[in-house]
T-cell receptor, first 113, second 114 residues
């Protein structure tokens, strides 16, 4: 498969444990955030999103937390599985009037059997 | 199946030889964009389009052109490719103007310019 990024920070997690992936965003005016998953050789896939008027949102096995005070976003994956191995990155969309997604550089998640 | 389709998936070309990477979406999305992905740099926007005949520069537009003659297609054109355009390229679309909506990505095009 293709390497998305050779110099990404890597998080190694034992199968079945919980994973926490962090992202610091840049624009305090951003009002919408997305987490994407990118598997080797594939395009990014949407996981979960959150708006700035929320501080937590839950999906299936995933939870996103937003701390606007410190401009921090986290993705929690419960009971991590081998299929979760991928690069994860966040995207922020600044407030109304712009159409630009700002992407983080990503974190590689490795699930250890 | 709703999807964004890029072609080709892999391309090796020589410096200066014009090329086009096609992108097509079947979701009737208004907003489309092109990104390049390089190690350690994340996704950087090249160009975007808010609707037919409406295009604008992103963060790294130099050396690229785009067109949006119809809603479903958004080709990326490299008039005179150079080795620093060797990268992984992604096309993306979203249903409205890109605000508060997820972007759907194509599978990527790995371009090598020698």
């Amino acid at each position: 498969g293709e390497s998305v990024g050779l110099h990404l920070p890597t998080l190694s997690v034992q199968e079945g444990d919980n994973s926490i992936i962090n992202c610091a965003y840049s624009n305090s005016a951003s009002d919408y955030f997305i987490w994407y998953k990118q598997e080797s050789g594939k395009g990014p896939q949407f996981i979960i999103d959150i708006r700035s008027n929320m501080d937590k949102r839950q999906g299936q096995r995933v939870t996103v937390l937003l701390n606007k005070t410190v401009k921090h976003l986290s993705l929690q994956i419960a009971a991590t599985q081998p299929g979760d191995s991928a690069v994860y990155f966040c995207a922020e969309i600044p407030a109304s009037g712009t159409y630009k997604y700002i992407f983080g550089t990503g974190t590689r998640l490795k699930v250890l059997a | 199946e709703a999807q964004v389709t890029q072609n080709p998936r892999y391309l090796i070309t020589v410096t200066g030889k014009k090329l086009t990477v096609t992108c097509s979406q079947n979701m009737n999305h208004e907003y489309m964009s092109w990104y390049r992905q390089d190690p350690g740099l994340g996704l950087r926007q090249i160009y975007y389009s808010m609707n037919v005949e409406v295009t604008d520069k992103g963060d790294v537009p130099e050396g690229y052109k785009v067109s949006r003659k119809e809603k479903r297609n958004f080709p990326l054109i490299l008039e005179s490719p150079s080795p620093n355009q060797t990268s992984l390229y992604f096309c993306a679309s979203s249903p409205r103007t890109g605000q508060n909506t997820e972007a759907f990505f194509g599978q990527g095009t790995r371009l090598t310019v020698v």
